[in-house]
């Protein structure tokens, strides 16, 4: 590495108006990046990461205020005084950022290969046709499955890990100076993301490039950093290399946070005979179009392929297997929110899998789901208050205003938010922030039965712990029963009671957690036990 200064960032300081005056999300950051080097933010979610990084990117909100004497010098200009057209002449070309929540960073109206040929075309003199052969080439780097499919596909069509690595793949694909990834393996498994880590290693060895990684996986930042940087309300609290930080943190807040890992086990299970849910042979298949508009072949997709499972009452079972193994369809097939091939679904002793919507509606306040992608699911218009109250007024809950409200305070309280949000939108949260509004909004209606898809994906460690605490309170305090879907093991042996593993739409392996994590039988298992507790170097 040599010591050539890419980023000089001075006394970043970020305010935004909110309702009753202002929010100092960023006070006086300041950091160094050089050519070839790994510097991390870290800390937990609202502690303004995410809020530095788009500062330097000058992708903030038009609420946001960037503080007079903020300098980020790139190539001896201030990035902060730039104009807006100087500025878009570097983002995407010489300075590139991966965000945290891909599909609303996708366009859902193109394809992923004209997405990707445009940041291309954008930024450099090539034809459609090279552009194309260019995009097929980065989505094979990115190790994502049928890359030549992909092109002709929809965001809407791929896995959130599969649409995570499109997302890298265009912020990779001129070659920037500068990548900033704000939680770019979130949505991964652990396998891949150990492939994507280390492809944006090679990279940065390869060609000099300078990254600046946002996340809450300490793993991630001990194996991939060279220097660490623990925020916390907005200030650096703490700054140094990263061996040294981790073997010998100095600030209480920076100790909490090394302390934060997943621990312990699910309560013993107080399983009833009750069946809250089974599934029989459930099968989902897609038919996909390969090929251009005139010459296009049609080929089927079996993306869950004759499944079943069983859920007690006060039960979590966790799904688990790499992105694109069909966890997600098969959990949303169990609360017909997709359409079965084949199969027969019952909840609570009915059966489901029949029943058209108007007959389905009755069921649905007692079976919720948590999105794995929380700005997706939210309605970007509706305040927290209306997000959540929502599902009260459709289903009957509260007889008054003021009785529903104290609903969605209580929600708000139990999913660890205060209950002094309501006027606020979705927008003016973090990641892990409006992951809890979504669970806040299931668990207002009371539910038997949720499905959580990747829950804790966006959480730092601290939050996750809370949010495992959450989960099993209110399963010991209601009898809730939970499908846990989730590429995070750590978490999976800390909530469930049961694993299924999935594998091309199919059950590998399925036992008891301790079983399953601690002696795997298949190789497949195996190797997701090993990149799940030690990533692969």
Not at 505 to 510: A, D, L, N, P
């Amino acid at each position: 590495m040599t010591d050539d200064i890419v980023i000089e960032a001075r006394k970043i300081g970020v305010t935004f108006k909110v309702d009753g005056g202002e929010i100092e999300a960023v006070k006086d950051v300041s950091f160094t990046l050089k050519k070839g080097q790994t510097i991390a933010l870290v800390g937990e979610s609202g502690s303004g990461k995410s809020v530095t990084a788009r500062a330097i990117m000058r992708l903030l909100s038009k609420r946001a205020t960037v503080n007079p004497q903020t300098e980020i010098l790139y190539a001896g200009r201030n990035m902060a005084t730039l104009s807006p057209t100087e500025m878009r002449r570097l983002r995407g070309n010489r300075l590139s950022m991966i965000f945290q929540e891909p599909m609303s960073s996708l366009n859902p109206v193109y394809t992923v290969g004209n997405q990707i040929a445009e940041v291309l075309r954008i930024h450099n003199r090539m034809s459609k046709a090279e552009a194309m052969a260019k995009a097929l080439a980065l989505l094979k780097d990115v190790q994502i499955p049928e890359p030549e499919a992909r092109l002709d596909q929809y965001p809407h069509q791929l896995s959130g890990g599969q649409r995570q690595r499109v997302m890298i793949a265009m912020a990779l694909a001129n070659n920037p100076d500068v990548l900033i990834a704000d939680e770019p393996t979130t949505a991964l498994d652990v396998t891949v993301q150990a492939e994507i880590l280390n492809l944006i290693k090679a990279l940065k060895d390869r060609t000099g490039l300078a990254v600046i990684l946002i996340t809450h996986d300490l793993t991630v930042v001990r194996q991939f950093a060279d220097h660490v940087y623990v925020m916390q309300h907005g200030e650096v609290r703490e700054a140094g290399p990263t061996e040294a930080l981790f073997t010998n943190p100095q600030h209480p807040y920076t100790r909490r946070l090394l302390g934060s890992e997943p621990k312990g086990q699910a309560d013993p299970a107080q399983v009833g005979t009750e069946t809250v849910l089974s599934g029989r042979d459930i099968r989902v298949t897609y038919r996909l179009r390969k090929g251009g508009a005139f010459r296009g072949t049609w080929a089927d997709l079996q993306a869950v392929d004759g499944l079943s499972l069983e859920l007690k009452r006060g039960e979590t079972l966790g799904l688990v297997g790499e992105s694109g193994s069909g966890k997600t369809t098969f959990g949303q097939a169990l609360l017909r929110l997709n359409t079965l091939t084949e199969g027969a679904v019952e909840f609570m002793g009915t059966r489901i899998d029949g029943l058209d919507r108007r007959a389905m509606n009755p069921f649905r306040k007692r079976m919720q789901v948590v999105f794995q992608d929380p700005f997706a699911s939210l309605n970007p218009r509706m305040s927290v208050r209306q997000i959540i109250e929502e599902g009260l007024i459709v289903n009957g809950l509260g007889r008054t205003r003021a009785e529903r409200e104290e609903r969605v305070k209580q929600a708000l309280r139990d999913s660890g938010l205060p209950d002094t949000i309501l006027s606020r939108f979705p927008h003016e949260f973090s990641g892990g922030q409006r992951q809890r509004l979504a669970i806040a909004r299931a668990i207002a209606l009371e539910p038997e039965f949720i499905l959580l898809d990747e829950p804790t994906s966006a959480l730092d460690l601290s939050v996750q712990a809370q949010i495992i605490e959450l989960l099993r309170g209110l399963q010991r305090d209601k009898g809730l029963s939970y499908l846990f879907i989730s590429h995070d093991l750590k978490v999976v042996r800390a909530l469930c009671h049961r694993v299924i593993v999935m594998q091309n739409g199919r059950i590998v392996e399925q036992g008891p957690v301790d079983a399953v994590l601690e002696r795997p039988t298949t190789d497949y298992t195996r190797r997701l036990v090993e990149a799940a507790f030690e990533i692969a170097a």
